[in-house]
């Protein structure tokens, strides 16, 4: 349900309209036609929130919806679908910065797969290259190693990637280059625990993994308390974590890949704000837009399992008052590039339960 089979059909559904409503339009250039930035304004403008971010017009939650305020945080709401679950301030600053630096550093190391797995084998330490300048080369396996990667029917070619120094390269020599910061940024997803297929669309019970990391466990255990059946305990089995650039968005989607619906996903907003759109059960339905901040918690469960909903857009430096509080806790020098890549990115970490 990422993708709707006739494209022209989707381009016509509420869902879609929304998301071109709020999308993030570039400022029109000198050569060619473009949309005005005016539009990008405009759009922000008509979105519904107030102190409490994300109440309709006539402020009050819509009948059936479920709001949870953490300590500290301000007045909590949700859109109208039983089992959505509105967090905001749900987590500290310093938590933040933990988990920003958690799925920075941690989260894509091996036997995590990310986006980049199918292009250049498993890689590890890409956060700590790109922040020390490093290159990505193309080297020979040696033989040792291809017989060891060539075990059983996952056969794969006879090459290898590994960091190296710019002073390494020899000049002239002819080999497959990329820096590390262009990967970083290239980086748009990681999977913990049970690991999710994308081509296939399920989860590869035979691929390599590690059980989710028991902080993150116990954080979404708690966190998916309100959403749970009674008596019941949420049991993190599997993770993926979102990266999203300046101009990224998630398109309208449904979450079906796992057995028990009743059990919600626990989805953690980090680093710059974005724009959360929760629709209904069909992409003709018009979905509610609301902000999604630092720190913020969204509990899916349920009905709300089987609504569509995306990420149209995300705001980067043009407000930091936003994260004012990450830029304060990132500001040594052992974060500097963590700062860096906060100001203009957005990371989403949602856990799930798979059987």
């Not at 759009?43 to 009050?60: D, H, I, K, N, V």
């Not at 989260?107 to 590890?124: D, K």
């Not at 790109?130 to 075990?151: F, P, W």
């Amino acid at each position: 349900m990422y993708g709707a089979s006739d494209p022209a059909a989707a381009e016509r559904t509420a869902f879609r309209r929304a998301e071109k409503q709020y999308k993030l339009y570039k400022p029109p250039n000198l050569k060619g036609a473009s949309r005005p930035a005016s539009m990008e304004t405009a759009a922000t403008c008509r979105l519904w929130w107030t102190s409490t971010r994300c109440l309709p017009p006539t402020g009050s939650c819509p009948p059936g919806s479920v709001g949870v305020t953490a300590p500290g945080s301000t007045a909590p709401c949700s859109a109208s679908w039983t089992g959505f679950y509105f967090i905001p301030g749900a987590l500290s600053t310093e938590e933040q910065c933990y988990w920003i630096r958690e799925s920075l550093k941690t989260f894509p190391q091996p036997p995590n797969r990310t986006n980049l797995t199918a292009i250049y084998g498993s890689i590890s330490d890409l956060f700590t290259a790109a922040k020390n300048q490093k290159i990505l080369v193309e080297v020979e396996n040696s033989d040792v190693e291809e017989k060891e990667q060539n075990k059983g029917d996952r056969k794969t070619e006879s090459k290898n990637f590994k960091f190296v120094e710019d002073s390494e390269i020899q000049k002239g020599e002819e080999c497959r280059t990329t820096r590390a910061i262009t990967l970083m940024r290239k980086l748009r997803w990681s999977t913990l625990g049970l690991q999710f297929d994308w081509s296939k669309r399920n989860y590869d019970v035979s691929l390599p993994h590690k059980k989710i990391p028991d902080a993150l466990a116990s954080l979404a255990k708690n966190m998916a308390i309100p959403a749970m059946p009674f008596g019941e305990e949420f049991k993190p089995e599997a993770a993926i974590v979102n990266y999203y650039g300046p101009s990224d968005m998630l398109g309208g989607h449904v979450d079906d890949m796992e057995a028990d619906w009743t059990k919600p996903i626990v989805s953690i907003s980090l680093g710059c704000k974005c724009i959360f759109l929760l629709g209904g059960k069909t992409r003709d339905e018009v979905p509610t837009a609301m902000f999604l901040r630092s720190g913020d918690i969204v509990l899916m469960a349920g009905e709300a399992r089987e609504c569509f909903h995306g990420v149209p857009r995300i705001f980067t430096e043009s407000n930091q008052q936003e994260i004012s509080a990450l830029v304060s806790q990132l500001s040594g020098e052992d974060d500097c590039f963590i700062l860096h890549y906060v100001k203009n990115s957005r990371i989403n970490i949602n856990i799930r339960q798979v059987y």
